[in-house]
């Protein structure tokens, strides 16, 4: 049951450029989502998130585009830093539960 | 800022034996959660608490897993007779309203 993908195990970006990781989704009935980026042996760390009625937002460095219709979104980082490298996890949630579902995960490593 | 803190970090543990995980929310929280992460996999939704009782368990959480909120502000796992297959990390999160999510640095699990 993959209901939130991420399709690239691993992205390698030079440190000043953009790196864009992607997630897509097939449940209809998620209405936020979330991106984590996670260090081994710690915590998902919140980096930012989106709800469904929206289709971008925007924090720093950091932007994430929603497109409902594709079930698709993608965090940018922009620009990248080598302290970036770490694991980032997309997740998706509805207003029902409220638990998360989580994407295998992303594992950027920015270049110096 | 306020943090979610999950005890031990690391726990080691014999086949059969009875495991406790523990959690302090963020204290104004109101739902709360158990997530696993079994290496290389990903992070898996366990169960969701709210208002004293689960509200949601995934087909993971099965009689060998229960949570308590015994005292207000601790939120725990216990595991009844461990498996090598339950070695894993073990996240705790907290929300206040399911869309902005907290989570702890995670109990790393080893079952021998």
């Known amino acids: 049951d993959q209901q939130v993908k991420q399709n690239s195990p691993s992205l390698s970006v030079q440190e000043g450029r953009i790196s864009i990781l992607n997630c897509d989704y097939t449940?209809?009935?998620?209405?936020?989502f979330l991106w984590y980026k996670k260090y081994p042996a710690e915590g998902p760390t919140f980096l930012i998130s989106?709800?469904?009625?929206?289709d971008k937002n925007e924090d720093g460095r950091f932007t994430v585009f929603l497109n409902k219709s594709a079930k698709h979104l993608s965090l940018h980082i922009v620009p990248s830093q080598p302290g970036d490298s770490a694991v980032y996890f997309c997740?998706?949630?509805?207003?029902?539960?409220?638990?998360?579902?989580f994407g295998q995960g992303t594992e950027l490593s920015v270049k110096p | 800022e306020p943090e979610v803190t999950q005890t031990p970090s690391h726990q080691v543990t014999q086949m059969g034996q009875e495991v406790i995980l523990r959690c302090v929310p963020i204290?104004?929280?109101?739902?709360f959660y158990w997530y696993r992460q079994i290496l290389g996999q990903k992070v898996e939704f366990l169960v969701s608490?709210?208002?004293?009782?689960?509200?949601?368990k995934s087909e993971i959480f099965d009689d060998q897993f229960s949570v308590e909120r015994p005292d207000g502000s601790n939120f725990t796992l216990k595991i009844r007779s461990t498996k090598l297959e339950d070695s894993a990390m073990y996240f705790c999160?907290?929300?206040?309203?399911?869309?902005?999510?907290?989570f702890g640095s995670g109990t790393r699990l080893t079952v021998v």
């Open positions: 204290s104004n929280h109101l739902y």
């Open positions: 999160a907290s929300t206040r309203d399911r869309t902005f999510y907290t």
């Open positions: 989106i709800s469904s009625i929206k």
């Open positions: 997740a998706a949630g509805d207003n029902q539960g409220g638990k998360l579902i």
């Open positions: 608490f709210y208002n004293n009782e689960i509200s949601e």
């Open positions: 449940n209809s009935m998620f209405d936020y």
